[in-house]
């Protein structure tokens, strides 16, 4: 007997700017992603694998149009090849996929006052697709992009314009798209402006006159506004719909039993936890206010910001999974091996190449801690193996990645058996992707290998590694095989 309720959502994860392509198709704008250069990896060295991106590393991107590598113009192309991708994923079995609205597509700066028709189009194609197979999709409404016009006119999210303009993009896609897609995201990781406040919130915290917490918390504040309003039209007008809230999940673990240490990653937590506090339970924890007060950080809220959030909170969450981090509130134990966050190594468990802890039992602690915490349901909407391949006549071997998801999907497996509620399970870039922490190609997390590289050179023809099968029968026996 299978672990999986009958209906469990198995699948693939994906984002409109590392996926999609099609830059200049079809009306599309131009994001703040569309300015992100590739970092060749002579020149990484010594450089956490971030998103990050300084006005001097933006601004030579506009001087350079043309000579520049940008990754995410391309994507692999999926908007020239949806129909094939999509008959593969259902060959896998996909029972959801997910992927986002490039935000360009539909309102080229922001600022237009109505949708661009064959934006809509396209996605009404693709989900015409999917459901062509059966696949339900999951759509996150951003990832990571603003159209860079805002980022320009208002320093992107810093500016309170942004909440209106963005509910106007979300209003539309509910009308448009309701009877098509049940679940929905607002934001993908809103948690990660922390870390990469270009990347989530469009802003150079350097233009700001705030300090630079300040600015971010203020950039997360209107994320706050522009989303429960969001939720509040979905829950009046698609009350079919499923609207969730997705963080970069961190479990992590003291690094030693200190009270110090203990205290400190608490304190970690309590920050990870309250974008699902403001979004879930409606409100800004006292914790959290007072964390504000004591690292200066000040925001001007919204009028009857209040009302807003405690009134219209989400109906699941949603996390991505990579790794666990270990805390010391020893300042100098400060180390910097994954991407976006500052980490310590757990000597305990083993790293991947791009040095990302892999740690499946982590992955059963933190739903049992956030079903404990919030008893909503709970969608895991990314986890994966970056890793090298090698395409060897038209076969990859991918043993690696097919161990990584095993050993998570058997946690995933016990949560549920500990009565943790999951909707589904979602990996990520189940077809090869640009990436996100550098903008290669090399770092590789699909089922389905696409021929492309670091430059964009390439034939772009797909081929199945071995993964895909495996997955495959992991889908059709609804998890009960996973060798
Ligand atoms: C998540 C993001 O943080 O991690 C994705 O939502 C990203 O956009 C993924 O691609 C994996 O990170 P990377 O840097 O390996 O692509």
């Not at 149009?65 to 192309?77: A, H, K, L, T």
């Not at 349901?377 to 991918?398: R, S, Y």
């Not at 999907?409 to 992707?433: H, N, P, Q, R, S």
Request: net charge negative.
């Amino acid at each position: 007997m299978s672990k999986f309720p009958k209906n469990f959502l198995w699948g693939g994860a994906t984002s409109s700017a590392q996926l999609e392509g099609g830059f200049d198709k079809g009306g599309r704008g131009k994001s703040q992603l569309d300015y992100v250069s590739y970092i060749p990896a002579e020149e990484r060295i010594g450089v956490p694998g971030t998103l990050e991106v300084s006005e001097e590393r933006f601004n030579y991107g506009v001087e350079h149009e043309g000579e520049v590598n940008f990754p995410y113009r391309r994507g692999i192309d999926f908007y020239n090849h949806y129909k094939e991708d999509i008959k593969l994923f259902a060959e896998m079995g996909f029972k959801t996929f997910r992927m986002s609205i490039a935000w360009t597509r539909l309102f080229p700066t922001g600022l237009e006052e109505r949708p661009n028709p064959e934006g809509l189009q396209f996605y009404h194609n693709v989900y015409d697709e999917l459901h062509k197979y059966g696949i339900e999709p999951l759509v996150t409404m951003i990832h990571y992009e603003v159209p860079i016009e805002l980022t320009k006119r208002y320093n992107g999210w810093e500016s309170p314009e942004v909440i209106d303009l963005f509910v106007k993009f979300t209003n539309v896609l509910i009308d448009e798209y309701k009877d098509k897609v049940k679940y929905w995201i607002t934001f993908n990781e809103i948690n990660m402006s922390l870390n990469s406040p270009y990347t989530g919130a469009g802003m150079f915290v350097t233009k700001s006159n705030k300090n630079p917490l300040s600015a971010i918390h203020q950039a997360l504040h209107h994320q706050f506004i522009a989303s429960a309003i969001t939720v509040k039209y979905m829950h009046e007008t698609a009350k079919q719909c499923l609207i969730g809230s997705m963080i970069a999940r961190l479990e992590c673990y003291p690094y030693t039993c200190k009270p110090a240490d203990v205290a400190a990653t608490l304190l970690e937590e309590q920050i990870n936890f309250y974008f699902y506090d403001v979004m879930a339970r409606g409100h800004y924890p006292k914790k959290i206010l007072k964390y504000f007060k004591d690292y200066d950080i000040s925001i001007d809220f919204v009028e009857g910001y209040e009302e807003i959030l405690a009134e219209n909170k989400v109906d699941f969450l949603a996390f991505s999974y990579y790794m666990t981090y270990v805390v010391s509130a020893d300042e100098d134990k400060k180390e910097n091996p994954g991407n976006l966050v500052k980490l310590l190594k757990n000597p305990y468990i083993e790293r991947s190449e791009w040095g990302w802890a892999i740690d499946p039992e982590g992955l059963r602690t933190t739903l049992n801690k956030i079903y404990d915490r919030y008893r909503l349901p709970i969608f895991i909407v990314e986890n994966g193996l970056g890793a090298k391949d090698t395409l060897v006549d038209g076969h990859v071997h991918d043993d690696y990645r097919i161990d990584y998801i095993k050993k998570h999907v058997e946690k995933i497996g016990e949560a549920i058996e500990d009565g943790v509620e999951v909707l589904g399970y979602t990996t990520w870039g189940c077809i090869d992707l640009v990436s996100a922490s550098f903008g290669d190609t090399t770092k590789r997390y699909g089922f389905i290998y696409v021929d492309q590289d670091d430059e964009g050179k390439g034939t772009l023809e797909r081929y199945k590694k071995d993964s895909f099968y495996w997955y495959k029968n992991v889908i059709e026996t609804n998890g009960e095989e996973l060798e």
